[in-house]
């Protein structure tokens, strides 16, 4: 079974960088998608970006220029690097693999972030 894995959330003031991770296993189909979604506090998930197996990336609006995606040479960790954190970013991360197109979905369990100001 794909299993997702996410690690390095934590706390930083405002201005701050963290780099997230998130761990794969258990892949055996080629993946469409790989991408970081976000929960703040009180509302539904959003998306933070995606990867697809092409090579394009897509960004929220507000990530943009201040997030990025990238995956070790492996494929197996996905990571994001957040830098110029704002109190707006609060949220709990989770990463996502899309397979079959997009239709078979697994999902991490997500790690908090906390943006103080």
């Known amino acids: 079974e794909v299993q997702l894995v996410e690690s390095g959330g934590g706390m930083v003031e405002s201005g701050g960088s963290l780099r997230l991770s998130c761990v794969v296993s258990?892949?055996?189909?080629?993946?469409?998608?790989m991408a970081w979604f976000r929960r703040p506090p009180g509302k539904k998930n959003e998306d933070v970006v995606y990867i697809y197996n092409d090579g394009r990336t897509i960004y929220a609006d507000s990530v943009k220029g201040r997030f990025s995606i990238s995956q070790d040479s492996a494929q197996n960790t996905l990571y994001l690097q957040m830098n110029s954190l704002i109190p707006e970013d609060t949220a709990k991360y989770l990463c996502a693999v899309g397979l079959d197109r997009g239709t078979t979905q697994y999902w991490g369990q997500g790690t908090q972030v906390t943006v103080s100001s």
């Open positions: 258990g892949l055996t189909s080629t993946w469409y998608w």
